[in-house]
């Protein structure tokens, strides 16, 4: 991995409802390096959405708050800035894209109006200037017609298009990292093939690290160099991308892997994983996973696991994976 | 049996004793609460409590100011006013709850009748009741209290005639909403008929804010039946209304203020209480809010 | 063997108001001539992008719209004119399980009521009757008896599926349309819903129509397939022959665009250009010809027609004719 760009060291967040407290996310740890692409994967509720929006800090507080941790970016503790110098990073520094452009957009006004807001915002720049650049931006994205997209609202284009307004938009104040939330999920799958083009040769030509979070295996497994799996509100694996599909090894991923429908093979019946996804007001003991796991143990349902790291760059929070002398010491007890 | 019908209803019961938290922390709520309660007891418990007969005429006491006996003072034929106050009670929430429940059970059903066919058959309905909204409600209800002739049915009837068009608009637009919902595509693919949506699927969805708009123009209907007995449309002497008794009051308004004063302060009690509580009610079970 | 569902040259377009009047200034041809044939026990996977008219053939199917132009029969029996009780015969047979899980069951009525109405409806049962029967269907699909007694809110996302695939099953009908059922669930619920689905099939031998816009869960349960763009049919074959041979480039587009898990193998190609075009403006000659890689001069001036190019696989292109 490169150099060290952002660093989450054991983050918690909780939010407070009615029905009790939810612990979304507990004992997260995660490192991204400059320029690479690290894919966020995991079903609904694991938390990867909730991880991206406390990096910038957006958790509504009243209900959530960020219970532990820090946020390492650049060397500097992110929950431990000012709300002014948090506000500059936003946009600057980091920016975020999210699914549904429509609501990210102001319907109206139009799509140049906005840009050119953003880019004044962030960058010392006269009107003429800005509007330069948002149609060099806009021509990076491959939009047709860049100058008269400028003056349309954002109902007149369409889903792809929007995003790569919206791509466009947060890149042209050249952040380090950017973090995406399911940019593509909503779009059809040749608009997605072609919006995800763009965004990986525009982040490789800046070198911006993007954070992409997606509940499809297939995009990670295209785009992203690293992956890293989540589980209700905990990271279970860490490694490149070509090791976790070849050879996963947390149950999870592996049971993940095997119940997608692939069209490269030729299966009857898709792999099922027993039960469902707990209550993160009252989860389990020890190992979040481990009432679905088949694999389960002595230490499982008491311990919750540490990383262990099988290979070099391939880490997991799973006892399977533990060293002798952890299994002799569990067997002696 | 009890069992089944906990059973049935487990949910619909956990769901009013959350209601019934979240209004007890709403300062509005409560004090509505407070209020509709007392205005109920008393038009509930006026026979037991009322230290007087309503009708009962004592020359000798005309007129008397509050004091003693009569904490509210005598009126014109020396009727104790506290009793016919309380009296007054009943026949206004009989009023407010007759014509909601009409107004609302007939309103509620063409409203939803008329979204959910929609096209031509909304747009008659709708431009029906556009004709019945656009005058002002009293003046229409003075029309039809007048042509009906003046009694206490005839009040309700014609109040209750004025108010249908509100509860028919608002659960047309909540008709329009739930339509397009999938369930509604589904229970067509399995061979219900249009009746048979409106009545199990649509309506049961929009009874929450039936309920909330009834709250709400319980206050209104209050103030409108008082004041078709002010100008004498409504209830007939010697039956003590609000209204009436506010009514004649005025001509003594001057030298017996009490007369007047306390009819017409309950009226505006009960009506702040009943609004006020509506208002909480329906941010209460506001969806959103609910979290 | 007469096949159970018949779709002939279904045409539906919508007109489009505009204008302080709401003029009738345009149609929007959401279907423009499809026609397929289904067979018991079978399943045709329909598959396309957003506006490709796909649900549209749905509801045409199902009898919840009626076409301009074509019709539907089942089992010879023409649907669309029919009425009363000749219609409420074949309604029992004709059912669908819709998308999203939210908006699919109604949140004020108890799954018993829910999943019991279509009986009720169609007079196929009454009262303990039909409580028997809604507990054998919840039984079937993997729920319990006392899930008849709530309501859906307290279901996730893949019970709440369940429950209408249990609604949709509970007349016995032959056949059962799945728009989208599991593109708004997880992958691993997706797995048990599928593995349902096609489990059912196998026991009961139920024709379905499975719409969806993912490639790889169409593949998993169709035996055969239909490509939809802009309202009409591009290619239709047997899954494996589709898979092994697509034949029109926007198939293979499609396959092309499409993330593979594996690192190893570069997929998710953009082989076309631009955005799907809505169905209002249609493009002259083959509607694919201004995104095609392969478009030559006549594409723009003639629509090819749907072709049989090799056996049971057909394709509506001029490459090959």
Known sequence: ?333 | MLDEFRRQYAWQIREFFFTVKLLRRNPSAVAGFVIITVMVAMAIMAPVLAPFNPIQISLSERLSPPGGTHWFGTDELGRDIFTRVMYGARISLWIGVLVVGIAGGLGAVIGAVSGYLGHRVDNLIMRVMDVVLSFPPLVLAMALAAALGPSLNNAILAVAFVMIPKFARMVRGEALAVKEKQFIAAARASGAGSFWIVWHHVLPNCFSSVIVLGTLILGETILIAASLSFIGLGTQPPTPEWGAMISVGRKFLMDQWWYATFPGLFILVTVIGFNIFGDALRDVLDPRIRR | MEPVIEARDLVKYFPIHSGVFGRHVDYLKAVDGVSFALHRGETLGLVGESGCGKTTVGYLVLNLLSPDRGTVRFKGVDVPGLRGKALREIRRNLQVVFQDPQSSLDPRMLVKKTVGAPLEVNRLARGAEVVRRVQAMLAEVGLSEEHAYRYPHEFSGGQRQRIGIARALITGPEFVVFDEPTSALDVSVQAQILNLVKDLQRRHGYAYLFISHDLSVIKHMSHRIAVMYLGIIVETAATGDLFAEPLHPYTRALMSALPLPDPGKRTMLAVVAGDVPSPVNLPAGCRFHPRCPEAREICRRSAPELREVKAGHRAACHLYE
């Open chain 1, 1 to 333: 991995m490169s150099e060290l760009l952002l660093e989450i060291r054991n983050l918690a967040v909780q939010f407070f409802t009615y029905q009790g407290t939810v612990r979304a996310l507990e004992g997260v740890s995660l490192r991204v390096g400059r320029g690479e692409i690290l894919g966020l994967v995991g079903e609904t509720g694991c938390g990867k959405s909730v991880l991206a929006r406390s990096v910038l800090r957006l958790i509504a507080d009243p209900p959530g708050r960020i219970t532990d941790g820090e946020i390492l970016f650049k060397g500097r503790d992110l929950l431990k800035l000012s709300r002014r110098e948090m506000r500059r990073i936003r946009g600057n520094e980091i920016s975020m894209i999210f699914q549904e452009p429509m609501s990210s957009l102001n319907p109206v006004f139009t799509v140049g109006n906005q840009m050119q807001e953003v880019v004044a915002l962030h960058q010392a720049v006269g009107r003429d200037e800005a509007r330069r650049i948002c149609v060099d931006m806009l021509r990076q994205v491959k939009m047709p017609d860049p100058d008269q997209v400028l003056a349309k609202y954002p109902h007149e284009l369409s889903g792809g298009m929007r995003q790569r307004v919206m791509i466009a938009m947060e890149l042209s104040c050249r952040p380090d990292l950017l973090l995406a939330d399911e940019p593509t999920t909503a779009l059809d799958v040749t608009v997605q093939a072609q919006v995800l083009s763009i965004l990986e040769g525009i982040t490789r030509r800046q070198g911006v690290a993007v954070l992409f979070i997606s509940h499809d295996l297939g995009v990670i497994a295209q785009l992203c160099d690293r992956v890293a799996v989540m589980y209700a509100g905990g990271i279970v694996e860490t490694a490149p991308a070509a090791a976790i599909f070849a050879g996963p090894r947390h149950p999870y991923t592996q049971g993940l892997l095997q119940a997608i429908p692939r069209i490269d093979d030729g299966k009857e019946a898709l792999m099922v994983i027993p039960g469902t996804v707990p209550s993160l007001i009252d989860p389990p003991r020890g190992c979040r996973f481990h009432p679905r796991c088949g694999h389960r143990f002595q230490p499982c349902d008491r311990e919750p696991p540490p990383f262990y790291e099988p290979s070099p760059g391939h880490r997991v929070a799973c006892h399977l994976h533990a060293g002798e002398d952890q299994r002799r010491s569990w067997n002696r007890s």
